[in-house]
């Protein structure tokens, strides 16, 4: 499974940025996606999934600032970042597992940085 994520970038305090994660398997409806997200010197932590039902997840820290939606004819996640904070500043990774499935995957990662 091969993940590409893109559409991080530098960003002021408040603004907004879309990643967008698009996979080459075959049947993009069952696996359940994601992002997480790893900051310097921190371990890699969730911040949002969707189900292969579209059932959603988030963080706490990124609840009613962050969307994550999918587009299962495109093969693809979004991650809608909003009111973004210093905070946010990390390396965003997609994720991706098939259902009934253990194994996870990963994407290559994408920087997303605030200032302040």
């Known amino acids: 499974v091969q993940l590409q994520a893109s559409g991080g970038g530098l960003v002021q305090a408040g603004g907004s940025l879309r990643l967008s994660c698009v996979t080459s398997?075959?049947?993009?409806?069952?696996?359940?996606m994601g992002w997480y997200r790893q900051a310097p010197g921190k371990q890699r932590e969730l911040v949002a999934t969707i189900s292969s039902g579209g059932n959603t997840n988030y963080a706490d820290s990124v609840k009613g600032r962050f969307t994550i939606s999918r587009d299962n004819a495109k093969n693809t996640v979004y991650l809608q970042m909003s009111s973004l904070k210093p905070e946010d500043t990390a390396v965003y990774y997609c994720?991706?597992?098939?259902?009934?499935?253990?194994?996870?995957?990963w994407g290559q990662g994408t920087q997303v940085t605030v200032s302040s």
């Open positions: 994720w991706s597992r098939r259902r009934f499935s253990s194994a996870d995957h």
């Open positions: 398997v075959a049947t993009f409806s069952n696996y359940a």
